[in-house]
């Protein structure tokens, strides 16, 4: 896992998504931003601060652990 202090990524300009189960209330969500070779995550309510990265092995892993694949 990284940490990019920009919305770049270091791989080009990204395309976040949210779920469309967050609504528009503004509620608490995060936001991820995919390439061939990682995962990005940010927070939606800041979406200049930090993200993280990790690579697809890892988000597989998590996805897998949390009962999302």
Request: hydrophobic share 35%; proline share 3%.
């Amino acid at each position: 896992m990284n940490v990019d202090t920009h919305t770049g990524g270091g791989e080009g300009q990204l395309h976040w998504r949210k779920s469309s189960y967050s609504g528009s209330g503004g509620g608490d969500c995060v936001e991820v931003a995919t390439t061939p070779a990682t995962v990005h995550v940010r927070d939606s309510k800041r979406p200049l601060a930090a993200s993280l990265t990790f690579s697809v092995e890892q988000w597989s892993a998590f996805a897998a652990y949390a009962g999302l694949a």
